[in-house]
């Protein structure tokens, strides 16, 4: 079964430009995530998805990130103008339903890299 | 706020048994989780305790206390291929926060 998948792997872009990030989430899983970590710092939160829908995009940083889901399958996260904060790992992630007792194991891609100079 | 705190970094030898503390602070709290990261790869998934208690999953074990808002992580018998990175998390009912990790160096 193949894993959550992200494209690309590593991006060098500069200020002001736009750069769209890919996820495929594993197949079956309605619930994908994005998260992003920068060096030495926690992997927060940007939002959830539940199917086409946006559940939650508390974590968004500002207008500059717009995040889709088409048809409830891959997802796109697209920043727009970059700047140099925006540096980082983004991770996407997915997860079928919450379980009780067994919770909510997510899983995660190997990220996008992303790098604004 | 909604914080998890972990130390930053811990380094031990071969062999020996190293514990990864976490406390929350959250609005909600269905479970703590833990998850290792190593260099350049994806987060992965390790443990999930929901009710206070050790759970044991081999030479890793988690320990939650909810009064407490407390877990840790336990690595025994540690090898080499242990370095990585140790992330808490909890689920919080809506979604999963995570804490800044902390990073084991396991030394010979």
């Known amino acids: 079964e193949a894993g959550v998948t992200q494209f690309p792997s590593h991006s060098v872009i500069e200020k002001g430009q736009t750069v769209t990030l890919r996820c495929d989430p594993i197949?079956?899983?309605?619930?994908l995530y994005w998260y992003r970590r920068v060096m030495g710092k926690e992997i927060k939160f940007l939002l959830h998805f539940v199917k086409e829908s946006k559940q939650d995009e508390s974590g968004m940083p500002n207008n500059r990130f717009l995040a889709e889901r088409t048809g409830g399958t891959y997802s796109t996260l697209k920043v727009q103008p970059a700047e140099l904060e925006d540096s980082g790992v983004y991770f996407c992630?997915?997860?079928?339903?919450?379980?009780?007792?067994?919770?909510?194991?997510?899983?995660f891609g190997e990220g996008s890299w992303l790098t604004v100079v | 706020g909604q914080s998890l705190e972990q130390p930053s970094e811990v380094t031990a030898v071969e062999g020996a048994i190293v514990q990864i503390n976490c406390t929350y602070q959250t609005s909600g709290f269905y479970g703590l989780s833990w998850y290792q990261q190593h260099d350049g790869g994806a987060p992965t998934f390790l443990s999930y305790?929901?009710?206070?208690g050790l759970e044991e999953t081999g030479r890793f074990s988690s320990f939650l206390s909810r009064s407490d808002s407390y877990g840790y992580l336990l690595l025994q018998e540690l090898q080499m291929k242990d370095s990585a990175s140790y992330f808490c998390?909890?689920?919080?009912?809506?979604?999963?926060?995570f804490g800044a990790g902390t990073r084991l160096f396991v030394k010979a």
């Open positions: 998390a909890v689920y919080t009912g809506f979604k999963t926060i």
């Open positions: 305790n929901a009710l206070d």
């Open positions: 992630a997915s997860s079928q339903e919450f379980r009780q007792g067994a919770g909510n194991t997510i899983y």
């Open positions: 197949s079956g899983h309605d619930n």
